[in-house]
């Protein structure tokens, strides 16, 4: 048998000749089409405005008049980005977000409890890239995919590892959203690492503070509260509660209509997540809470589909896991009326702009009836062993 032959049949080339291929295509698709990385140029613009002293929040760039958004900290992390050109920023965060992905399927098969060596995670990395939420954060140049490796990184350690949820505080004070993952430590009684996370995300206000004063005083008073400045909450882009409610009502600002639903939502999912038996299920009804109760979850945000997809194979939910993949994959969001027009969907055409909260939404149902169907059984068996033992009693 020839060498060329035995590299053929090695399932490790194999998984990493199709990794090569998806990601030689992707760059490809790039290329042809052009694709700006409108994100990565704003996070270029917020490392220059630290680096020159300008205001970090009275500027826009690109055609799309973007601002920042995120806490003066994170405008620290991309000060490096500063002295790329813009085929070089590019490739920088081609590659860094490949990698980042192939490290997110490795932590995702650890949450499910699997071990996954090179060849699975190689093949499994070439195909999610295409699921629409991780093409998406390609496309903008996003850095979703580091702060959910922050979070799940953290939360597969080992219990009792030092400075265990200290990532989780860097990561809410990169991008805010991961904060619901210290209430949830709270919730459970972890208070070691709720308390390791709180003092990580102090760190990065105070480094934010020490080093970008002014920034850091209009962020905490006056940005945050600006949800507008991040988008607008009824466009089609935007996969959270409230866009859900606001292209269903056709109203721009759904106010209460989404707030109360919101809220709601946050005490279950939190509930649920409190009360799973299972730590991998407490994390992702955690992830998936924090993305429908967010003002804005721009589709990009949705990567945690791919430890959910990971967790949903490993306990056998072939069916679910299937549906899941079709409807990150699907992109049925992009084939209805956009641009101005998602106020006036028609009713059939309201499932497709909304397919990622609505499967939220039905996966913390399921959760919520599975956890009361064990409940109730372990109930039935109580009382069917008290009945025994009383009649025992009697016998006796």
């Known amino acids: 048998m020839t060498a060329r032959k035995v590299i053929l049949r090695s399932p490790a080339a194999l998984a990493l000749a199709l990794l090569a291929v998806s990601l030689a295509a992707l760059a490809v698709l790039f290329a042809v089409q052009r694709v700006q990385m409108p994100d990565a140029v704003v996070y270029q613009a917020e490392g220059a405005a630290v680096v020159h002293g300008r205001d ?42 490949a990698l980042l992905l192939a490290w997110l399927v ?51 350690r080992p219990p009792g590892a ?34 390791a996370a709180v003092a990580g995300f102090a760190g990065t206000v105070a480094v934010g503070a020490l080093v970008l004063p002014a920034a850091g005083v209009d962020y905490w008073t006056r940005r945050l509260f600006e949800t507008n400045r991040v988008g ?27 707030m109360l639903p919101a809220v709601a939502v946050a005490a ?27 003002p804005i979850s721009w589709s990009h945000h949705w990567v945690w589909c791919v430890p959910l997809i990971a967790v949903l194979l490993a306990e056998g939910r072939r069916v679910w896991a299937a549906v899941t993949v079709v409807l990150f ?33 039905v996966l913390l149902m399921a959760v919520a009836l599975e956890f009361r169907g064990r409940r109730s059984g372990r109930t039935r068996e109580g009382q069917d062993s008290s009945a025994s033992s009383s009649s025992a009693s009697m016998i006796r």
């Open 56 to 97: 970090l929040y009275g500027f826009t760039v690109t055609q799309g008049r973007l601002p920042a958004t995120y806490p003066p900290f994170a405008a620290l992390l991309f000060v490096p980005t500063v002295w790329l050109p813009a085929a070089a920023l590019k490739t920088a965060f081609f590659a860094v977000n």
């Open 162 to 195: 030092r400075g265990k949820g200290l990532l989780i505080g860097v990561a809410t004070g990169i991008k805010l959203t991961p904060g619901l993952f210290i209430v949830y430590l709270l919730l459970r009684g972890r208070r070691r690492e709720a308390a």
């Open 329 to 361: 994959t699907a992109r049925t969001l992009w084939m209805v009326p956009n641009k101005g027009m998602e106020l006036h969907l028609s009713w059939w055409q309201q499932p497709l702009a909304s397919p990622y909260p609505l499967l939220g939404l």
């Open 232 to 258: 607008k909450p009824w466009i089609i882009a935007n996969q959270s509660l409230q866009g859900l409610v606001a292209r269903l009502l056709g109203e721009p600002s759904p106010g209460l209509a989404w």
């Open 106 to 156: 490795h932590l995702s098969a650890r949450l499910a409890g699997r071990r996954a060596g090179l060849p699975p995670v190689c093949a499994a990395t070439a195909l999610a890239v295409w699921l629409e939420p991780v093409f998406q954060t390609f496309v903008y140049g996003q850095i979703n995919l580091a702060i959910v490796c922050l979070v799940l990184w953290d939360l597969t």
């Open 268 to 294: 279950a999912g939190l509930w649920l997540a409190c009360r799973v038996r299972q730590e991998r299920w407490g994390v992702l009804l955690t992830g998936l809470t924090a993305l429908l109760v967010s």
